[in-house]
């Protein structure tokens, strides 16, 4: 039975798609919720899997074309490649219970195809980061298992395993030493989006920058003795350095509202909670997801945030949903070794804090000079809603509260 591969409904948002890849060509087999073509937006990459066994009968939106919401791209045969079921062997571990699978790190699509498929996280071999059971494993975990049943031609999954879900960005050309040699490469749509905010915000925005450094030892002292037993009792998430910042510009942005303010039109908008996006670099480019309610957040429930939506936006995974909204966004250039910088504002935000690298340097304590770890700090802020000793202050305020810990958890 044919039937037609749309494209996902696409939020209000986003206007149109590109088709970015095609993992799977015509009269090739496809299984059951394995990745057939990756769509890029101005935001997001989506992927479309599919829904049935069968294969690709004709492709009819080819790589690089543009595409609506909801357009047919494909038709796609059900059956036609021979239907696929689970081994003998390995129903029985289905019901079995595996009490140890839930300790593993394994992707949301990963531990839905092992439970239809009957398979025993535990017996997976990880390839993803930090040792995640992505979805690729799971289909390769199952067809090393079934290759031994004789089978139809048709059964077994695919020689080659999916291509990553991330869309192939484009790759910078290596050249030989003395060859003048120049290729062009067309802007993907994601970077040209993030380059278009990016001089809009510049155009459109009274952009100033206040600058001040914050001592790091008293963070990192306390992050030293209590590590251990804060990831033994958070099942795993490590105790990082950015939950301290989002819990300190949390309580800034309660003594400051202009700053956790957004501008539209001529109306300043005012928000009563602090949703705190957090820059994450892909291949792709820049991608900011959103922490919402961080008020009510702890540290492990922010760390464990920062580190699902990384390995979220690593992977494409990211939904547009988890990108917009935000009242503050909070970038670390830190860890590519910056030493100082001046971020770019996120609009509609009208603030942005920078963190670059610790750096110990000589300073002078109570009189005496003492080498401490230190880090300057960037904020860039909207003049038109923002005035100077505001900036400064909220900029302090960050300052305190890190160099003293304590006044986070005390509300002083």
Do not use: C
């Amino acid at each position: 039975m044919s039937t037609e591969i749309k494209a996902p409904v696409f939020p209000e948002s986003v206007a149109d798609g590109t088709i970015a890849t095609w993992h799977k060509q015509p009269g090739e087999p496809v299984s059951r919720d394995e990745l057939l073509v990756d769509i890029e937006t101005d935001k997001v990459v989506l992927e479309v899997v599919a829904q049935n066994d069968g294969v690709i009968k004709e492709i009819l939106k080819p790589e690089g074309e543009t595409i609506l919401s909801a357009e047919v791209i494909a038709i796609f045969e059900e059956g036609a490649a021979g239907s696929a079921p689970a081994p003998a062997a390995a129903a029985p571990e289905a019901s079995a219970p595996a009490p140890e699978a839930d300790d593993l790190k394994v992707n949301p699509a990963a531990r839905k195809l092992a439970e239809e498929k009957g398979v025993n996280l535990a017996e997976v071999s990880a390839s993803g980061k930090d040792g995640r059971i992505t979805k690729e494993d799971v289909l390769n975990h199952i067809k090393s298992a079934s290759a031994p049943t004789p089978a139809p031609a048709a059964t077994p999954a695919p020689a080659a395993a999916p291509a990553p879900s991330v869309a192939s960005a484009p790759v910078a050309p290596v050249f030989n030493a003395g060859e003048r040699a120049e290729k062009r490469v067309p802007m993907t749509r994601l970077r040209a989006t993030i380059a278009k905010r990016l001089v809009s915000a510049q155009q459109n925005a009274a952009m100033l920058t206040t600058y001040n450094e914050v001592d790091m030892k008293a963070v990192m002292d306390l992050r030293k003795q209590y590590k251990d037993m804060f990831e033994k009792k958070n099942n795993g998430v490590r105790l990082g350095f950015m939950s301290f910042f989002v819990k300190a510009a949390t309580e800034a942005l309660k003594r400051f509202p202009s700053v956790n303010a957004s501008i539209d039109g001529n109306d300043i908008v005012y928000h009563g909670y602090q949703d705190i996006g957090v820059a994450v670099s892909t291949e792709k480019g820049l991608v900011v997801p959103v922490l919402r309610d961080t008020d009510a957040m702890g540290l492990a429930d922010i760390e464990g945030g920062i580190v699902d939506y990384a390995n979220k936006a690593r992977e494409g995974k990211l939904g547009i949903e988890e990108m917009q909204g935000g009242t503050f966004t909070i970038t670390n250039g830190g860890t590519f070794g910056s030493l100082m910088s001046t971020p770019i504002l996120n609009p509609p935000q009208t603030a942005i804090l920078g963190m670059h690298k610790i750096q110990d340097r000589p300073v002078a304590i109570d009189g005496q000079v003492e080498i401490r770890p230190m880090m300057y700090l960037a904020l860039s802020y909207d003049h038109r809603m923002i005035d100077g000793k505001e900036a400064v202050q909220f900029l302090v305020t960050i300052k305190e509260l890190l160099e003293d810990p304590a006044r986070i958890l005390l509300d002083i």
